[in-house]
C-alpha cells in the first residue's frame, strides 16, 4: 500500500512568515502534484512535478521533488491570509492510480 | 465546461437504507476516480475507472460499496446498506491518464444517522 505522509499536519502562522510543508513515502512516483482544498470545495491542482530534484515555483510558492521521487515540499514565503486552506500532496502510481497525502491544513492571521 | 458535477450535494438517510450518489465527468477526460474524505482518514481513494473500466477497486471499504461507469459521462456509488460509519464527503474527479490535472466535483456531504 502505498502512503504518503506530510508534516506538518496542522500549521498556525502570523501573515509574513514563511513555511515549509513536507510530503514523505517509501514509495517512488512517476509524478508528484500539490493541491489546495477550501471548505465546502474539492482540491485544486497548484502544482505537477514530474523529474527528481525538479524545482517549481508558482509566486510566493516553491514546490521541490525529491531526487528519488520519494518525496516533495512545498515552501510559502510571507504567507497571507489568502494561503489559508488545506494542502494536499498528490502521488500517481503507474501514470494513473493518483493517491493524496494526509493533508496539512495551513491557518494564517492577518 | 461545467466541470465535474455531482449529486446529491448533501444526503441525510437512515441507517440501513440505500444510498446512490452520482457523477458527470467532465467531457473527453478517460479516468475516473472516487475518493471519500473525513477528518480522521484524509482523502481516501476508493475505486477509479480508465475508459469506463474498474482499474484498482482495493480501497473500497467493503462488499457494502459499489461502483459502476456505464459510459464515458456517468458514474454511480453505491452504498447498500448504509452504516453510521459511511458518513463522510465523497469526492468524484476526473482527468486525462498521464501527469495531468485531476478535477474534482464539490463532492456529497453523506451523513448517516
Known amino acids: 500500500t502505498q502512503l504518503l505522509e506530510q508534516s506538518p499536519q496542522f500549521l498556525s502562522i502570523q501573515e509574513g512568515e514563511n513555511l515549509t510543508v513536507y510530503c514523505n513515502s517509501s514509495?517512488?512516483?512517476?509524478?508528484l502534484q500539490w493541491y489546495r482544498q477550501e471548505p465546502g470545495e474539492g482540491p485544486v491542482l497548484l502544482v505537477t512535478?514530474?523529474?527528481?530534484?525538479e524545482v517549481k515555483k508558482l509566486k510566493r510558492l516553491t514546490f521541490q521533488f525529491g531526487d528519488a521521487r520519494k518525496d516533495s515540499s512545498l515552501h510559502i514565503t510571507a504567507a497571507q491570509p489568502g494561503d489559508t486552506g488545506l494542502y494536499l500532496c498528490?502521488?500517481?502510481?503507474?501514470?494513473?492510480?493518483?493517491?493524496f497525502g494526509t493533508g496539512t491544513r495551513l491557518q494564517v492571521f492577518p | 465546461d461545467a466541470g465535474v458535477i455531482q449529486s446529491p450535494r448533501h444526503e441525510v438517510t437512515e441507517m440501513g437504507q440505500e444510498v446512490t450518489l452520482r457523477c458527470k465527468p467532465i467531457?473527453?477526460?478517460?479516468?475516473l476516480f472516487w475518493y471519500r474524505q473525513t477528518m480522521m482518514r484524509g482523502l481516501e481513494l476508493l475505486i477509479y475507472?480508465?475508459?469506463?473500466?474498474?482499474?484498482?477497486d482495493s480501497g473500497m471499504p467493503e462488499d457494502r460499496f459499489s461502483a459502476k461507469m456505464p459510459n464515458a459521462s456517468f458514474s454511480t456509488l453505491k452504498i447498500q446498506p448504509s452504516e453510521p460509519r459511511d458518513s463522510a464527503v465523497y469526492f468524484c474527479?476526473?482527468?486525462?491518464?498521464?501527469?495531468?490535472?485531476?478535477?474534482f466535483g464539490q463532492g456529497t456531504r453523506l451523513t448517516v444517522v
Open positions: 474527479a476526473s482527468r486525462w491518464t498521464g501527469f495531468t490535472e485531476a478535477f
Open positions: 467531457s473527453g477526460h478517460n479516468s
Open positions: 498528490a502521488g500517481a502510481v503507474n501514470t494513473d492510480k493518483l493517491i
Open positions: 475507472f480508465n475508459n469506463n473500466v474498474p482499474i484498482d
Open positions: 514509495s517512488v512516483f512517476s509524478s
Open positions: 512535478v514530474v523529474t527528481g530534484g
